[in-house]
């Protein structure tokens, strides 16, 4: 079992729909989370940084934490062709920058106009 | 644009074969990080430098090392190059590892390695 599971998709919603992205891990030390969105061909692009379990929310995104269910989501309302791209999980047990993420291999997301 | 450089954006070599991939970081940022990008594999974390000094290993394969330099700059060099080496090699940077919860990773355009 790896560390961080997720979902590769593709995932295919119609613009405007509100998505949901998920990701599950079995470390229970890990205490930091993230959310990055790949475009192709291009290096990853911090999207949310959470700390321990709650919401978060930035214009059209929302991160939830849930440590107890060992479960991440991000929500993206609104959603536009331009948010098609790759969304990767990220979490470090240390904090964002005390040692290296590990990552959820990335669900690709279409979103149709 | 993140701030963070990274050379060259493509490399073609042959098998045991050595080559150095270069970052240079944020402005400001003292922390660097490597990745290797494969399909099957994901990204996974290679090797942190700060200040200089290497901070953490990860999934990092004696075949290959890194250093950061006094301007703080970082070079990857991969040796005895293999076929399953073929990927995208990300560096990364962040502020300060101690800032702990508000400290993060911003990572570079990345490069492609082709090994042939």
């Given at each position: 079992?790896?560390?961080?599971?997720?979902?590769?998709?593709?995932?295919?919603?119609?613009?405007?729909?509100i998505v949901s992205l998920n990701?599950?891990?079995?470390?229970?030390?890990?205490?930091?989370?993230?959310?990055?969105?790949?475009?192709?061909?291009?290096?990853?692009?911090?999207?949310?940084?959470?700390?321990?379990?709650?919401?978060?929310?930035?214009?059209?995104?929302?991160?939830?934490?849930?440590?107890?269910?060992?479960?991440?989501?991000?929500?993206?309302?609104?959603?536009?062709?331009?948010?098609?791209?790759?969304?990767?999980?990220?979490?470090?047990?240390?904090?964002?920058?005390?040692?290296?993420?590990?990552?959820?291999?990335?669900?690709?997301?279409?979103?149709?106009? | 644009?993140?701030?963070?450089?990274?050379?060259?954006?493509?490399?073609?070599?042959?098998?045991?074969?050595?080559?150095?991939?270069?970052?240079?970081?944020?402005?400001?940022?003292?922390?660097?990080?490597?990745?290797?990008?494969?399909?099957?594999?994901?990204?996974?974390?290679?090797?942190?430098?700060?200040?200089?000094?290497?901070?953490?290993?990860?999934?990092?394969?004696?075949?290959?090392?890194?250093?950061?330099?006094?301007?703080?700059?970082?070079?990857?060099?991969?040796?005895?190059?293999?076929?399953?080496?073929?990927?995208?090699?990300?560096?990364?940077?962040?502020?300060?590892?101690?800032?702990?919860?508000?400290?993060?990773?911003?990572?570079?355009?990345?490069?492609?390695?082709?090994?042939?």
């Amino acid at each position: 079992q790896k560390e961080v599971e997720q979902d590769p998709g593709p995932l295919s919603v119609p613009e405007g729909a509100i998505v949901s992205l998920n990701c599950t891990y079995s470390n229970s030390a890990f205490q930091y989370f993230m959310w990055y969105r790949q475009y192709s061909r291009k290096g990853p692009e911090l999207l949310m940084y959470t700390y321990s379990s709650g919401n978060k929310e930035d214009g059209r995104f929302t991160a939830q934490v849930d440590k107890s269910s060992k479960y991440i989501s991000l929500f993206i309302r609104d959603s536009q062709p331009s948010d098609s791209a790759t969304y990767l999980c990220a979490m470090s047990t240390l904090g964002g920058g005390a040692d290296g993420l590990t990552f959820g291999k990335g669900t690709h997301l279409i979103i149709q106009p | 644009d993140s701030g963070v450089t990274q050379t060259p954006k493509h490399l073609i070599t042959a098998t045991g074969q050595r080559v150095t991939l270069r970052c240079s970081p944020r402005s400001g940022d003292l922390s660097v990080y490597w990745y290797q990008q494969s399909l099957d594999q994901g990204l996974q974390f290679l090797i942190q430098y700060y200040n200089g000094e290497e901070r953490a290993k990860g999934n990092i394969l004696e075949r290959f090392s890194a250093q950061q330099f006094p301007d703080l700059h970082s070079e990857l060099n991969l040796s005895s190059l293999e076929l399953g080496d073929s990927a995208l090699y990300f560096c990364a940077s962040s502020v300060d590892w101690r800032l702990a919860a508000t400290d993060t990773q911003y990572f570079g355009p990345g490069t492609r390695l082709t090994v042939l």
